[in-house]
């Protein structure tokens, strides 16, 4: 079953070009879907739509059997958790316990009930040591986290995360990434992640990926993210598993695999 | 030997209740025409020893040469512009300080203020900017409308119009996209081959893997390891032990290694480490 589903949806931000052209994808609930391209390919501009961030010129998008439109669009917010590229900038709260409380107090949740929530999701991103912290004492990696949190602590059913650790230095996105992985293996919750991370992509269970607005690919990782010549067109490098079987293939070892430790296994 | 530094110390705010010592007694040598990488943790010190490198800081302690210039702990440094010409720093996010109305008029600040003449200061810039990429198309645009690997450009293109012999960056590729990233080492490559020393702050190991040449890693002001690339991937396991993430060509490695399967572990390419498995040789 489809948690969200967008057909022929297109959006341009001047009237001239268009930053999706006629985008169609629907995404299975329970998956961790991933999003590559460039910057400027339409990529972030989706999870806007998606949202009612940004409204499409054309098209449909329904998001748990929920049509998009002016009626529906705070119970697909509800639904939906978004978490950005820059942890400085979505920091509101003046410690982390503030910060995942905001959202909270929007929704008006009991002040009697509030501490148990937040403490248990500070413990899900493994921040529940840093309570009292002021944004300033935290890492990028750790304000991504809380974050993440906030957005948690909202129950979606589905999660985005818009380039959530490209400002990230690679421990601080290593410790989002085994995050994220880890809440989707114990949740069952659908995550979409806009990504420039092709070595995540190939991790996911599906990737889309989009070149000028449109998706000129999509599906299995192990396949789509394989399309060497593709990829190099649109200047995105493949996986680094892959470079190492097509490396072996070259000198006559022929693998099965497309993991690392399985190809060392037949080796 | 382009910098050789010499037992260099530096606190923050000496004598105070916020004394920090960021550099302890740091030896290290810079060789010229190299690209150094210098990595280690967040506060482990490479921010301030690179600011030591155009004495934009001064040791506390200890001395350090840049290109034959001698500067010592608590002395006053007279004389610094030829210092600050022939070494360029470009901070993290370098972007944020372009100021000008026109790009063109950005890059020329820097020529100017060394008392080149207008005319002469134009063509050096032109030319400056022709190195980092940006056509004439440019010229007369603002800075603020470029996208965030196009402002980083300009104003790399501001540093390289003061013809640098070394150049020092402080995580140049932070933020960019992975097509922005590359085109960006791929013109310190360039200017690397084509003679300019650089020096490199990163967090990236594959960075590091594919570009640099020699390594210095610091931890807790203290130089951990000073040397090739190659030794620094080959010989040590320090990556490991001050839990640097794996780029995955090192991960590879482990689980050949792991699994009793000789290759050649001196290789860092992808390719010849494969033809080095199908000979089964062990080097």
Known sequence: ?267 | MIIQVDKLSYEYSPNSVFAYHALREVTTSIQEGSFTAIIGATGSGKSTLVQHFNALVTPTGGSLTVDGKHIVANQKVKELKPLRKKVGLVFQFPEYQLFEETILKDVMFGPLNFGVSIDDARSIAQESLIRVGLDSSFYERSPLELSGGQKRRVAIAGILALSPKILVLDEPTAGLDPEGSASMMSLFQNLNASGTTIIMITHDLNHVLNYATDVVMLDQGHVVFEGHKETFFNETDLHEDYGLVKPPLLALRALLKEAKISFDAHTLDVNKLAQSIKEGKHV
Do not use: W
């Open chain 1, 1 to 267: 079953m489809s948690i969200i589903e967008i057909k022929n949806i297109s959006f341009s931000y001047n009237n001239v070009d268009l930053a999706l052209n006629d985008v169609s994808l629907s995404i299975p609930q329970g998956k961790y879907v991933t999003i590559v391209g460039h910057n400027g390919s339409g990529k972030s501009t989706i999870a806007k739509c998606i949202i009612g961030l940004l409204q499409t010129s054309a098209g449909e998008i329904i998001v748990d059997n929920l049509v998009l439109n002016n009626e529906n669009v705070d119970a697909i917010r509800s639904k939906v958790g978004l978490v950005f590229q820059n942890p400085d900038n979505q920091f509101i709260g003046s410690t982390v316990k503030d910060d995942i409380a905001f959202g909270l107090e929007n929704r008006r949740v009991d002040p009697k009930d509030m501490d148990e929530i937040i403490d248990r999701f500070a413990k899900a991103v493994n921040m529940h040591e840093y309570l009292n912290f002021e944004p300033t004492k935290l890492s990028g990696g750790q304000k991504q986290r809380v974050a993440i949190a906030g957005a948690l602590s909202m129950t979606p059913q589905i999660l985005i995360l818009d380039e959530a650790t490209s400002m990230l230095d690679p421990k601080g996105k290593s410790e989002v990434n085994d995050l994220v992985k880890q809440l989707h293996s114990q949740t069952n919750m659908t995550i979409i992640s806009i990504t420039h991370d092709i070595e995540e992509a190939y991790q996911s269970d599906i990737v889309y990926v989009m070149n000028e607005g449109k998706i000129i690919e999509f599906g299995d990782p192990k396949d789509v993210l394989a399309k060497e010549t593709l990829l190099k067109s649109i200047k995105l490098d493949i996986p680094f598993a892959l470079k190492f079987k097509y490396a072996l293939n070259k000198v006559g070892i022929i693998v099965n695999d497309s993991n690392l430790e399985g190809m060392v296994k037949e080796l």
